[in-house]
T-cell receptor
Framework: AQKITQTQPGMFVQEKEAVTLDCTYDTSDPSYGLFWYKQPSSGEMIFLIYQGSYDQQNATEGRYSLNFQKARKSANLVISASQLGDSAMYFCAMSYNAGNMLTFGGGTRLMVKP | ETGVTQSPTHLIKTRGQQVTLRCSSQ?????VSWYQQALGQGPQFIFQYYREEENGRGNFPPRFSGLQFPNYSSELNVNALELDDSALYLC??????????FGPGTRLTVL
């Protein structure tokens, strides 16, 4: 069975600073995908970044980067230069079953301070 | 904007009733997945439809059922509503194994 663990229920970061959100996963599948989504208070899940299990390089998308450490089964999200609009819930998720059905972690609430 | 729409936005039902939630996309994504997100938790996978057939199912009872139409839009039906069914229901569209793009969700309250 697949499992995603996010150990930080809530985090504060100062505006313009970088922040790392932790995610560890457990799976027996050799092929999987790792995703990060942002969920503002409005409820919509916004896709941020994707990392495939066979990708050699860490994924980057603008201010977002994914620190993928396969041996440690971790996929931490790094947000550089935090902005007030980054305040939201962040979910780590993993795809499985040779498809894209997602297992989500419990989320981390990020609060950016001005 | 993901182009994924869901209706209704909010819904209030009473225990034992039935509900139908809808999802559609303007972008032609052929795979639709439904998730239930209880308050304060991460979303949980309900089921996925591809080419109008159920392609996978999570740990949800049979009273949760779905449909996918030829235009790839989808419905989630829940029979015999229980209080614990109160949640945000999220629809996600994708093409094959590509990234899933979520709609804004339907917030269901069961009284």
């Amino acid at each position: 069975a697949q499992k995603i663990t996010q150990t930080q229920p809530g985090m504060f970061v100062q505006e313009k600073e970088a922040v790392t959100l932790d995610c560890t996963y457990d799976t027996s599948d050799p092929s999987y995908g790792l995703f990060w989504y942002k969920q503002p208070s409005s409820g919509e899940m916004i896709f941020l970044i994707y990392q495939g299990s066979y990708d050699q390089q860490n994924a980057t998308e603008g201010r977002y980067s994914l620190n993928f450490q396969k041996a440690r089964k971790s996929a931490n999200l790094v947000i550089s230069a935090s902005q007030l609009g980054d305040s939201a819930m962040y979910f780590c998720a993993m795809s499985y079953n040779a498809g894209n059905m997602l297992t989500f972690g419990g989320g981390t609430r990020l609060m950016v301070k001005p | 904007e993901t182009g994924v729409t869901q209706s209704p936005t909010h819904l209030i039902k009473t225990r034992g009733q039935q509900v139908t939630l809808r999802c559609s996309s303007q972008s032609g994504h052929n795979t639709v997945s439904w998730y239930q997100q209880a308050l304060g938790q991460g979303p949980q996978f309900i089921f996925q439809y591809y080419r109008e057939e159920e392609n996978g199912r999570g740990n949800f009872p049979p009273r949760f059922s779905g449909l996918q139409f030829p235009n790839y839009s989808s419905e989630l039906n829940v029979n015999a509503l229980e209080l614990d069914d109160s949640a945000l229901y999220l629809c996600a569209m994708s093409s094959g194994t590509d990234t899933q793009y979520f709609g804004p969700g339907t917030r269901l309250t069961v009284l």
